[in-house]
T-cell receptor, first 112, second 114 residues
Framework: KQEVTQIPAALSVPEGENLVLNCSFT??????LQWFRQDPGKGLTSLLL?????REQTSGRLNASLDKSSGRSTLYIAASQPGDSATYLC???????????FGAGTRLAVHP | NAGVMQNPRHLVRRRGQEARLRCSPMKGHSHVYWYRQLPEEGLKFMVY????????ESGMPKERFSAEFPKEGPSILRIQQVVRGDSAAYFC????????????FGPGTRLTVL
């Protein structure tokens, strides 16, 4: 059974810091892993998707890595801005299935 | 290409009434997933449908909840005789089978049961 854990649960940082959000999963036979952003009361915005054959993906100031053997993924946010304040979710489908299993999220606050 | 659409965005029901939530997947997507986010909790998978078929309903409560994805029209998540514990945000996601299998989410329907 796939379980996804995210650390830390909450993070408050000053603007400009580089951040690392962690995600771990128990079933390493994943097809892919997705990182999402959720603003309060809003839907989910897909940030990055990493295929199981890939080790990392980059989009602007975001970089996500994947280590299937250790069951870990990391989301790196460079030069954080107040607009980055949101909850960040990682999700991994258990082996052979598409349904996403979500972590509880990391609530990020970037203050000016 | 419009994204995943859900309506209504907000729905208020009294206990015992029925709630119908609609999801129109992205154009060309034939796979739909429903997820529920209870207050202060994470998103949980409910059901996975393809056109006219329920593929996986392992996350759906056994009673009062049903889902369909007809050949024509949106996917419907139906909750009969709603109770206060059904108050949550309900999200649907769609995908088209490809080498990426990326799920795209709608804005959600926020159900409040009075």
């Amino acid at each position: 059974k796939q379980e996804v854990t995210q650390i830390p649960a909450a993070l408050s940082v000053p603007e400009g810091e580089n951040l690392v959000l962690n995600c771990s999963f128990t079933d390493s036979a994943i097809y892919n892993l997705q990182w999402f952003r959720q603003d309060p009361g809003k839907g989910l915005t897909s940030l990055l998707l990493i295929q199981s054959s890939q080790r990392e993906q980059t989009s602007g100031r975001l970089n996500a890595s994947l280590d299937k053997s250790s069951g870990r993924s990391t989301l790196y946010i460079a030069a954080s801005q107040p607009g980055d304040s949101a909850t960040y979710l990682c999700a991994a489908p258990p082996g052979g299935y598409n349904k996403l299993i979500f972590g509880a999220g990391t609530r990020l606050a970037v203050h000016p | 290409n419009a994204g995943v659409m859900q309506n209504p965005r907000h729905l208020v029901r009294r206990r015992g009434q029925e709630a119908r939530l609609r999801c129109s997947p992205m154009k060309g997507h034939s796979h739909v997933y429903w997820y529920r986010q209870l207050p202060e909790e994470g998103l949980k998978f409910m059901v996975y449908l393809q056109k006219e078929n329920i593929i996986d309903e392992s996350g759906m409560p056994k009673e009062r909840f049903s889902a369909e994805f007809p050949k024509e029209g949106p996917s419907i998540l139906r909750i009969q005789q709603v109770v206060r514990g059904d108050s949550a945000a309900y999200f649907c996601a769609s995908l088209t089978v490809s080498s990426y299998n990326e799920q795209f989410f709608g804005p959600g329907t926020r159900l409040t049961v009075l």
